[in-house]
């Protein structure tokens, strides 16, 4: 979520806004630190802290705050369990603040690291009852700061190949989800007029070329109109050793494929690593939308993998981090 961009349209459009953080956890909770919603004087609002009665109580505080204009932030420590009835159990610290016009030029800096994409951290602290932020450097935390907020999108890079029927429908399924995707094909007219926001529709003049530009933590999708075409976008993907290369078709086209990488002197453990069919296992309909839906689904999986390869901070394990 873009949370300084969203707050900006939200101040510029209204005249304030709320924007309301999970700024500490302890034991099981909805949300994890860092998740955030941005809330219009109306009460509309953009993004989540979990649902259920804490997002309800928090809504309303913010809400309230904002009939009194620009103040000062308040933290509220909320028991789950005792407090609101949830079962997530955990205890929670809840960062409220309100903006107007005044803080525009300030948040400016945010929204402008915030448009390149990836994270960035910010220090933070307090000062005069509000929150004053600053970009932080790659060096320690700097004097005065009191903690440390990680704000922009972890998106995951995707090469997908192919503007087919199940091409497209892959596209609307990875529309609202944390991935950037560039979508190929070399067929004149193959895009639709519009694609979503995460999404960069390119007309494709050198498969080797985009395999061979792509970073090391790209997801290769491959659903072109032409076998040999296929062939060659997948065994160039297989080289690099992608996390992730999957390729539609059936174990037949897999087999073919198998032996054809053999021939092409491929190492074994490539080969054996590629995806095909794609898609989750259990699911036989072949719809688009349903292969699409399949796919999404293990592009998750292999993005949570990563992300615990890494040592990033993915979402709590436990039975209620879907649900409050």
């Known amino acids: 979520m873009r949370v300084w961009r969203q707050l900006t349209d939200f101040v510029a459009r209204h005249g304030t806004a709320a924007l309301i953080s999970v700024h500490d956890v302890k034991g099981s909770a909805p949300r994890e630190v860092g998740a955030h919603m941005v809330v219009r004087p109306d009460g509309a609002f953009h993004g989540t802290i979990g649902g259920g009665q804490l997002e309800f109580l ?25 407090d609101l009835g949830q079962c997530c159990g955990g205890r929670v610290k809840i960062l409220i603040e309100t903006f107007d016009r ?6 400016a800096p945010f929204v402008a690291v915030e448009d390149k994409g990836g994270l ?27 903690w440390r907020e990680t704000h922009g999108e972890d998106r995951t ?116 690593s590629l995806v095909c069919p794609i898609g989750i296992a259990g699911i036989s309909d072949k719809d688009p939308a349903v292969i699409a839906a399949s796919a999404t689904a293990q592009l998750l999986q292999v993005r949570e993998h990563r992300r615990f390869d890494r040592n990033l901070s993915p979402l709590a394990a436990s039975d209620d981090t879907q649900t409050p």
């Open 157 to 272: 890079p995707v090469l997908l190949f192919g503007a087919g029927h199940v091409g497209r429908a892959l596209v609307l399924a990875l529309a609202p989800l944390p991935f950037s995707v560039r979508w190929l094909d070399d067929r004149e007219d193959a895009f639709p007029s519009h694609v979503p926001a995460n999404v960069s529709a390119v007309r494709m003049r050198s498969p080797e070329a985009e395999i061979g530009e792509a970073k090391p933590e790209t997801l290769i999708l491959v659903m072109t109109h032409d076998h040999p075409l296929d062939m060659a976008i997948t065994a160039a993907a297989l080289r690099r050793g992608f996390p992730y290369v999957g390729l539609i078709g059936s174990a037949t086209k897999r087999a073919r494929f198998e032996k054809r990488f053999r021939e092409l002197g491929l190492p074994r453990d490539r080969i054996a």
């Open 102 to 107: 005044r803080d525009l030029d300030d948040i």
């Open 58 to 82: 928090m809504l309303d505080i913010a809400r309230e705050m904002l009939k009194h204009g620009r103040g000062p932030a308040r933290i509220v420590d909320q028991a789950l369990g005792p």
């Open 120 to 146: 960035f951290d910010v220090e933070c602290r307090m000062e005069d009852g509000r929150v004053r932020r600053e970009l932080a450097s790659e060096a320690d935390v700097a004097p005065g700061s009191e």
